[in-house]
T-cell receptor
């Protein structure tokens, strides 16, 4: 089946630093990828839709200047959390819909971010 | 009203029991529907798509009621390994997925 990877799987950083998370589709091309955030015991919240070759589409309430998304190729999207603060600590997951397989999503394994 | 609503549970059932979850959605233009399973600290994995005619996969049965805007998941003969959080997912326009908060299932011996 289609595989989506994420790197890193976990990261601990100091407040004020920036953290970059990569999402890769390993065996298919993804013109669209989705980024989510999940707090403990909460649902996945869609943050933004990453579009290859164009600007990302952010959900209401998500700061585009804080969560920078770049979809530079058909297999890679990156999410950069700028000037991270403790309240940004969360589980960040990406997903991509493989082409010609309906509209289900394949998820990356997630990145657990802890900001001290 | 939230776009996708689920009872968070937990549903605590013995092995072998039958358990059912419901999920309601608010956008009548929603196009496709899924149940995902998420284990603790892991990414969601597709359990099954939900079709208008209803569909079954082994012990799992999914139903869609467009008129009442809800989908359901029935699990028969529960196993210990079924313990997880079950996420209802509804795709709105442009196949953008919206997740329910999940229903926690605990199957005990």
């Amino acid at each position: 089946g289609a595989v989506v990877s994420q790197h890193p799987s976990w990261v601990i950083c100091k407040s004020g630093t920036s953290v970059k998370i990569e999402c890769r589709s390993l065996d298919f091309q993804a013109t669209t990828m989705f980024w989510y955030r999940q707090f403990p015991k909460q649902s996945l919240m869609l943050m933004a839709t990453s579009n290859e070759g164009s600007k990302a589409t952010y959900e209401q309430g998500v700061e585009k200047d804080k969560f920078l998304i770049n979809h530079a190729s058909l297999t890679l999207s990156t999410l950069t959390v700028t000037s991270a603060h403790p309240e940004d600590s969360s589980f960040y997951i990406c997903s991509a819909p493989p082409p010609l397989q309906g509209d289900e999503q394949f998820f990356g394994p997630g990145t657990r971010l802890t900001v001290l | 009203r939230k776009e996708v609503e689920q009872d968070p549970g937990p549903f605590n059932v013995p092995e072998g029991a039958t358990v059912a979850f419901n999920c309601t959605y608010s956008n009548s233009a929603s196009q496709s529907f899924f149940w995902y399973r998420q284990d603790c600290r892991k990414e969601p994995k597709l359990l099954m798509s939900v079709y208008s005619s209803g569909n079954e996969d082994g012990r799992f049965t999914a139903q869609l009621n467009r008129a009442s805007q809800y989908i359901s998941l029935l699990i028969r003969d529960s196993k210990l390994s079924d313990s997880a959080t079950y996420l209802c997912v509804v795709n709105r326009g442009s196949y953008i997925p919206t997740f329910g908060r999940g229903t926690s299932l605990i199957v005990h011996p």
